[in-house]
């Protein structure tokens, strides 16, 4: 079984209210396709804690979540786990980062590239 666990922002802001979403969900990518993981119990949306969902285990390159927003609301996340694990980075000096945005449909997709030019032998 795997884990993800998502902290939920939210501010009652009346110029741009964050919400829990009215749902979310899993996916995980499968050659080009993006298809959602089996969770087992559904998919809490919880305040003031994480919303954990479990589900089988698959073998995939990404993972992503997809969330159903509030009318009129957004919704921001503090954390997100898998599988309960804190991951530490070691920092390396020839790490360079480009970060995209573009709208698919009615989704905004982040992506985030990361590239070590440092030569290993």
Known sequence: ?????????????????????????????DGDA?????????????????SEATFM??????????????SGATAGIYDWRVNDQLQKVTPVEDLHMREEFRLDGDALVWSISLQNNTDHE
Request: cysteine-free.
């Open 1 to 29: 079984m795997w884990s993800a666990e998502v902290y939920w922002a939210q501010e009652e802001n009346p110029d741009g209210p964050i919400k829990l979403p009215k749902s979310w969900r899993v996916l995980y990518r």
């Open 34 to 50: 993006w298809k959602e993981v089996s969770a087992t119990k559904g998919y809490p949306v919880v305040a003031d804690r994480y």
């Open 57 to 70: 285990s698959v073998t995939t390159t990404a993972l992503r979540i997809d969330a159903q927003l509030e």
